[in-house]
């Protein structure tokens, strides 16, 4: 198994552009979340999924977009990129809720 | 906000000696999770704390979910260089929110 593979690795952007940062499992799981992670902030929770057709907003939506159109795959879509979005990006699965995430390896965002 | 909050911000100790960090919070949480992070990487559990007052061990590593709930320990035995990196504690709002500390950056004096 992959596991949890995100791309890409490393984006810049320039403020206004769209992008859509790539995840996927193999592990058939159904619950898949997205974080931000900022310095001395630790992880927040952007949107996650409960399983295909399924998505709800965390505790930091505003800016981003996700859909569920099969268990292995959850995009995160910047509409118009910011500044502010700048960060590193982590996707995350697990079987079920509340069981153990596990992390893909990131995706480095500048937007300038 | 942030809801958990995590302390030491940062350690600097010796190889060979002993860690402590904690995890508290205003709000009751049903189950307490650490992780770690490598550099370069995402974050990889080590411990999850299902019940207050439970006490688990992995290898080197024991956590205790607090009897009020509303907090959680870590403590790391004998540190070996490869301990290095930042851990988080994390805990379930709700059903299906995962929320985190600030974290705690490890770093080991040979």
């Known amino acids: 198994n992959a596991g949890v593979t995100q791309t890409p690795k490393f984006q810049v952007l320039k403020t206004g552009q769209s992008m859509t940062l790539q995840c996927a499992q193999d592990m058939n799981h159904e619950y898949m979340s997205w974080y931000r992670q900022d310095p001395g902030m630790g992880l927040r929770l952007i949107h996650y999924s409960v399983g295909a057709g399924i998505t709800d907003q965390g505790e930091v939506p505003n800016g981003y977009n996700v859909s569920r159109s099969t268990t292995e795959d959850f995009p995160l879509r910047l509409l118009s990129a910011a500044p502010s979005q700048t960060s590193v990006y982590f996707c995350?699965?697990?079987?079920?809720?509340?069981?153990?995430?596990?992390f893909g390896p990131g995706t480095r965002l500048l937007v300038l | 906000g942030q809801q958990l909050n995590q302390s030491p911000q940062s350690m600097f100790i010796q190889e060979g000696e002993d860690v402590s960090m904690n995890c508290t919070s205003s709000s009751i949480f049903n189950t307490w999770l650490w992780y770690k992070q490598d550099p370069g990487e995402g974050p990889v559990l080590l411990i999850a704390?299902?019940?207050?007052?439970e006490l688990t061990s992995n290898g080197r590593l024991t956590a205790q979910f607090g009897i009020t709930r509303k907090d959680s320990f870590l403590n790391i035995s004998a540190s070996i260089p490869s301990d290095v990196g930042i851990y988080f504690c994390a805990a379930f709002r709700g059903a299906q929110k995962l929320v985190f500390g600030q974290g705690t950056r490890l770093t080991i004096n040979p």
């Open positions: 704390l299902y019940k207050a007052g």
């Open positions: 995350a699965s697990s079987y079920q809720i509340q069981e153990t995430q596990y």
